[in-house]
Structure formats: C-alpha cells, structure tokens
C-alpha cells in the first residue's frame, strides 16, 4: 500500500521568507499528489496540485516540486504571509486507489508577523 | 451558501449511545466521503460512495455504517458509541477529477 508521510509535525518561518513543507511516499506509480490547507474550526480545502508527468506546479506564491527519484514532495510559499497559518496536508491518490486519496499526518506552519 | 454542509457541527454524546452525522452537497458531485481527523494521523477514511448504489469500506470502517440517501446526501451512523471514535469527522464530495471538496467538519466527543 501506498504510504505518505509528512516527517515535520511543525514549521515556523518569519513573514516574507520562503515555507517549504515536504511529503514523502513509498510506491512509484502513475500518481497524482495534491496540497490542502486546513485552518481551525474549517474543512480542508485544496490547494495545489500535481500530476507525477510534471516536476513541476506553480500557482501564484505556491509550487509544488515532485522529486520522483528520491519518491519526495516539497510545498513552497513564497512570500510567506501570517494568514499562511494552517495545517497543511500532502495526499496521493493513484494505483489502484482510484477515487481515493491518502493523506499524509499535516504540517502546522506557523507564520510570524 | 456553502457547497458541502454538515450537521451538527458540534456533538457530545455517551458511550453506547447511537449517532448520526449527515452530509449534504450542491456540487452535482457522484462521489462522496467520510473521513476521520486525529492529530498527529491526518485524515483516515472510514467510507466511501461512487454512486446511490455503491458502498465501500475505507480504512478504519469498523465501528461505522453509512447510507447514500440520493446523489446529495451520505450519512454516517456509529451504532454504539465509543470514547475512541472521539474525533473530528469530514465528509468530502468529488466528480470526475481527483480534488476532493470538503465540508466544515464535526467535532464529535464521546463521553
């Protein structure tokens, strides 16, 4: 089975300078990884996205990078800003898992005005 | 309004007791989701539904049941309560891609 993990419960950077938050997975397979953010007290939404043809996905301060070789994921904000503030979760979804995604444990990052 | 609702959002409850969490969605989407929220485990999946006539188990489905009312409603049910299945429950919908949309959650505590 597919397993990922996010290996840094907690991130905290100054606003302005650049969050990098990283994933982890076991198989290598046609794949599909997304980025959610999670705010309290609210449902994940998504946030970015990318397919394993790429290595790359950018979308405005956020890129995703897929290290398909080192089987590794990499968010980075920049700027960080302070309503950057969340958890924020990497899930995979392929294989034989169509339709369904796993999710990594989340990252808080914290972002210091 | 929002695309995926959930009611309650909030619900204590006692051990042996049984409960229901309902989900509701306005985005047309076939498939819909159950997940469970604890920390430091992210989000585990308990059900799942392609279609009104199709159940499947997730992960963690012990101790749960669910029902696809129509297209707009997946409910899940924990027939007898217990303090572990404290957590906080979202319920997701999807169409023909991959991204999940979720709703606000309920925080569920079982004394």
């Known amino acids: 089975d597919q397993q990922v993990k996010q290996n840094s419960p907690s991130l905290s950077v100054q606003e302005g300078r650049i969050s990098i938050l990283n994933c982890d997975y076991t198989n290598s397979m046609f794949d599909y990884f997304l980025w959610y953010k999670k705010y309290p007290a609210e449902g994940p939404t998504f946030l970015i996205s990318?397919?394993?043809?790429?290595d790359k996905n950018e979308d405005g301060r956020f890129t995703v990078f897929l290290n398909k070789s080192a089987k590794h994921l990499s968010l980075h904000i920049v700027p960080s800003q302070p309503g950057d503030s969340a958890v924020y979760f990497c899930?995979?979804?392929?294989?034989?898992?169509?339709?369904?995604?796993?999710f990594g444990q989340g990252t808080i990052l914290t972002v210091h005005p | 309004d929002a695309d995926v609702t959930q009611t309650p959002r909030n619900r204590i409850t006692k051990t042996g007791k049984r409960i229901m969490l309902e989900c509701s969605q306005t985005k047309g989407h076939d498939r819909m989701y159950w997940y469970r929220q604890d920390p430091g485990l992210g989000l585990r999946l308990i059900y799942y539904s392609f279609d009104v006539k199709d159940i499947n188990k997730g992960e963690i489905s012990d101790g749960y049941s669910v029902s696809r009312q129509a297209q707009a409603k997946f409910s899940l049910s924990l027939e007898s309560a217990i303090p572990n299945q404290t957590a906080l429950y979202f319920c997701?919908?999807?169409?023909?891609?991959?991204?999940?949309?979720f709703g606000p959650g309920t925080r569920l505590l079982v004394l």
């Open positions: 990318i397919s394993s043809i790429k």
């Open positions: 899930a995979w979804a392929g294989g034989t898992s169509y339709g369904k995604l796993t």
């Open positions: 997701a919908t999807a169409g023909s891609e991959e991204t999940q949309y």
